[in-house]
């Protein structure tokens, strides 16, 4: 009697082992269909991101799936009640080094294929109209706010004319936005989901930054980097508009500084 109950003792650990990475594994697999996956991506730069998550995610679920299996495996062979004297072993230095030489090649691995992704997105801005010295716009963090500032018509930073919003930005479709991100106190993170950007704006650090919108539309911009009490309420808008509708919404903008707040 007592061999059956620790024959289904073994049984019910193995198969609560066994379900951990069916269920894990299954959860993935129906994820995107739960929209529990990411949201969708308008940005240039998004798939390589994408590509380098699923990539890590690979790696990481067929040793999950394999260790746990290895785990079910030894449960069952190696549970037995008569199971015979333990056997204490100083380690093998192969398998030692087998164990250490495999994580280390793929985080080699990890590490390479990340390279071109990581410089394109974060180190090399791209060619194109906007610079880190002459950027789209300069971005900043503070507690509790996101503030943006347009330079005026002569690309500069400091004139009257700067237009400025708060917690909304504008920004033209299928352009390369270079910008400088900044923070006015403490650690805040600029993070905008859909379009798989997120760079953290440091104090005392001008940090330029850069994306490619292509699809119009409204996207939420958070703060990923607690940074208060307040750091719920960093919650902006990036609102991608065609060529001419950016520009009218900036033309607007100075007509609206230039008219002293008269309505006329
Ligand atoms: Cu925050």
């Given at each position: 009697m007592s061999q059956l109950k620790h024959f289904l003792f073994r049984i019910t650990v193995a198969v609560l082992f066994v379900l951990v990475p069916i269920l894990g594994v299954y959860t993935f697999v129906k994820a995107p269909e739960w929209r529990l996956?990411?949201?969708?991506n308008v940005s240039s730069y998004g798939d390589e991101i994408d590509g380098l998550f699923h990539t890590i995610t690979w790696m990481v679920g067929i040793t999950f799936v394999g260790t746990e299996g290895v785990l079910v495996y030894l449960i069952l062979r190696f549970?037995?009640?008569?199971?015979?004297k333990a056997n204490y072993t100083h380690g093998s230095h192969v398998l030692e080094l087998i164990w250490t030489a495999i994580p280390a090649l793929l985080l080699v691995f990890v590490a390479f294929s990340q390279m071109s992704v990581w410089s394109k997105i974060k180190i090399n801005l791209p060619d194109g109209?906007?610079?880190?010295?002459?950027?789209?716009m300069e971005v900043y963090g503070s507690q509790f706010d996101w503030r943006v500032r347009y330079p005026d018509a002569d690309k500069n930073?400091?004139?009257?004319?700067v237009i400025e919003s708060a917690f909304d930005i504008y920004v033209p479709v299928d352009t390369k936005i270079v910008f400088r991100l900044k923070s006015r106190d403490v650690l805040h993170s600029f993070f905008v989901p859909k379009f798989r950007l997120k760079q953290d704006a440091v104090p005392g650090m001008n940090i330029p930054v850069w994306f490619e919108a292509e699809e119009t539309g409204t996207y939420d911009l958070i703060c990923?980097?607690?940074?208060?009490?307040?750091?719920?309420?960093?919650a902006g808008k990036v609102h991608v508009l065609a060529q001419d509708e950016f520009d009218a919404w900036l033309e607007g903008r100075r007509e609206a500084l230039y008219s002293n707040g008269s309505e006329d």
């Open positions: 996956w990411f949201p969708e549970s037995k009640k008569d199971a015979s109209e906007y610079t880190a010295e002459n950027p789209f930073f400091s004139g009257a004319d990923a980097e607690l940074c208060g009490w307040g750091h719920y309420k960093m």
